[in-house]
């Protein structure tokens, strides 16, 4: 299994860009993910999907992110304009339905907002 | 509030044991897990607690006590490789249909030679 997958891995850009960050769930996988990681906050969660609905958006820090799930395998957050404070460790994360399974994460994508 | 809190670092020399602990404060609690994070890599599961009591896998175990909201997770026979992040999280209450989960900081871990 090639686990979840996250492109690009680094991401370097300039205030007001948009970024758009790329996420491939492990097959099968019923819910995903999206954290962002900085040293001050931790992991917060951003929203998540279940069988690609989004269900709780409630951590998106404002209007300016917005996340899209097309299809069990495919997901994007992007982030537009872009700012200084964006940047961060985004990750992907992905799991089963039912119980307590844990998440599977991808390798994250640093972004960088000059 | 929810509140979960762990020491932001921690030094072990090779071939010790460690215990890094993590208390916390939640409005639900449904179970509580452990990640580990080496730098610059994604968070990997290491354990999960449900019941109070000890689990144990390997060099590594965790404990929880429900009613002091409290859990350790204890690595024996330390190796280098095991200098990493590892972080606590708490399974708290519905958002949706899926259990949050509240992550803590993370604990530093440096194993020197």
């Known amino acids: 299994d090639a686990g979840v997958i996250q492109s690009p891995r680094h991401e370097v850009t300039e205030m007001g860009q948009e970024v758009t960050l790329r996420c491939k769930p492990i097959s099968g996988h019923d819910y995903l993910f999206w954290y962002r990681q900085t040293m001050m906050r931790g992991l917060e969660l951003l929203i998540y999907f279940n069988n690609n609905v989004p269900i709780d958006d409630s951590g998106m820090p404002e209007d300016r992110f917005s996340a899209k799930m097309p299809n069990a395998s495919f997901s994007t957050l992007k982030i537009q304009p872009s700012e200084p404070r964006d940047s961060a460790v985004y990750f992907c994360?992905?799991?089963?339905?039912?119980?307590?399974?844990?998440?599977?994460f991808g390798p994250g994508t640093r972004l960088t907002v000059l | 509030g929810q509140n979960i809190d762990q020491p932001t670092e921690m030094t072990a020399t090779e071939g010790a044991i460690v215990q890094i602990n993590c208390t916390y404060q939640?409005?639900?609690?449904?179970?509580l897990f452990w990640y580990q994070q080496h730098a610059g890599e994604a968070p990997t599961f290491l354990s999960y607690?449900?019941l109070d009591g000890l689990e144990e896998k390997g060099r590594f175990s965790s404990f929880l006590s429900r009613s002091k909201g409290y859990s350790y997770l204890l690595l024996k026979e330390l190796q280098m490789k095991d200098s990493a992040s590892y972080l606590c999280a708490v399974r708290g209450t519905y958002a949706g249909n899926n259990r949050k989960l509240i992550w803590g900081l993370g604990t530093s871990l440096a194993v020197n030679p």
């Open positions: 607690n449900v």
């Open positions: 994360a992905s799991r089963v339905a039912g119980g307590p399974n844990e998440q599977f």
């Open positions: 939640t409005s639900g609690f449904n179970g």
